[in-house]
């Protein structure tokens, strides 16, 4: 199984469970908030990464990456923090339902 392959339900867990918050308050303001949050942890995730396999500590197959990298690091790694940041803020919103956005408005 390829690394790109691995990706994919968390790719899809992420997509649904967002899906299911866009009719609550503060939709636009988790997105803006996610794609901030998310091209930081790719930056930070692109660094490190790199800074880790330069130094040793593992490697890829190349036969389980599709060969698109950035530096060292392939690109499949970028799409776990991108999922956290869409993922992580969804998840809390529907644990803490419709009272997480009122609060914030107070």
């Known amino acids: 199984m390829t690394y790109s392959l691995i990706i994919v339900p968390f790719a899809v867990i992420t997509m649904v469970v967002v899906l299911l918050t866009v009719r609550l308050p503060g939709f636009g303001r988790r997105m803006t908030a996610s794609v901030i949050a998310a091209g930081i942890l790719v930056a930070l995730t692109a660094v490190f990464d790199n800074a880790m396999i330069a130094a ?6 190349e036969t389980l990456i599709s060969g698109v990298r950035i530096g060292l690091a392939p690109i499949e790694d970028l799409a776990y923090p991108v999922c956290a940041a869409f993922l992580v803020p969804a998840v809390f919103t529907l644990l803490t339902g419709s009272r997480a956005g009122q609060e914030v408005r107070s």
């Open 56 to 61: 040793g500590l593992f490697t890829y197959p």
